[in-house]
């Protein structure tokens, strides 16, 4: 069974820091272009951020540039989203989520690209 779980998630004050793992089950996260995406109560869902299958090229949210790294443990089949200095604003549910796309070499943050999804894990910033 393909499977992605996320976990890492919690409530921490602005300023803080989390890191957010994601495993994967059933199938070789070294052939997928991987994602981090996020939904907020109340609003759409809207990429994070991605890191291609070949780690080439990573892409983030203009709002968590500098303050957010994606990157991958191919060996462990996992994929991360270390986050600092949080803000309230990144309140939402994390989902990440795996394209598989062989014809593509880079990554990018449009959902209807990612084929397999987490169940996502909850980051709550507030003092």
């Known amino acids: 069974q393909v499977k992605l779980v996320e976990s890492g998630g919690g409530l921490v004050q602005p300023g803080g820091s989390l890191r957010l793992s994601c495993a994967a089950s059933?199938?070789?996260?070294?052939?997928?272009?991987m994602s981090w995406f996020r939904q907020a109560p109340g609003k759409e869902r809207e990429g994070v951020s991605c890191?291609?299958?070949?780690?080439?090229?990573?892409v983030y949210l203009d709002s968590v540039k500098g303050r957010f790294t994606i990157s991958r443990e191919k060996g462990k089949n996992m994929v991360y989203l270390e986050m600092t200095d949080l803000k309230p604003e990144d309140t939402a549910v994390y989902y990440c989520?795996?394209?598989?796309?062989?014809?593509?070499?880079?990554?990018?943050?449009?959902?209807?690209?990612?084929?397999?999804w987490g169940q996502g894990t909850q980051v709550s910033v507030s003092s």
């Open positions: 989520a795996a394209d598989r796309s062989p014809w593509v070499v880079t990554c990018d943050l449009r959902p209807g690209r990612y084929e397999t």
């Open positions: 059933g199938f070789t996260l070294d052939y997928y272009h």
């Open positions: 890191i291609s299958r070949s780690e080439i090229s990573t």
